[in-house]
């Protein structure tokens, strides 16, 4: 499985972007994908998930602000960051999960939020 994001780069806060990533290859009908997130010095953490059946998980700093949807023909996720706060800066990765033992991750694309 490849996975191609697109999307990010320098934003105001409170202002708005929009996240892509496209998974090619393999792809699994019963698969999960999401962003997680990596700020300078700290763990790459969950920020949203959507599994194929529509069911989402969000981290709690970005409930309410944030927004993850996918479109299965087009095996491809969105995630639409609105309110936008410095400390949503981070390199972003996209990723696929099928079932547990099948995990890819995307290059990371960077997310700056200016105060």
């Known amino acids: 499985v490849q996975l191609q994001a697109s999307g990010g780069g320098l934003v105001q806060a409170g202002g708005s972007l929009r996240l892509s990533c496209a998974a090619s290859g393999n792809i699994s009908s019963g698969k999960t994908m999401g962003w997680y997130r990596q700020a300078p010095g700290k763990q790459r953490a969950l920020v949203a998930t959507i599994t194929s059946g529509g069911s989402t998980n969000y981290a709690d700093s970005v409930k309410g602000r944030f927004t993850i949807s996918g479109d299965n023909a087009k095996n491809t996720v969105y995630l639409q960051m609105s309110s936008l706060k410095p400390e949503d800066t981070a390199v972003y990765y996209c990723?696929?999960?099928?079932?547990?033992?099948?995990?890819?991750w995307g290059q990371g694309t960077q997310v700056t939020v200016s105060s």
């Open positions: 990723n696929y999960q099928y079932r547990a033992w099948v995990n890819y």
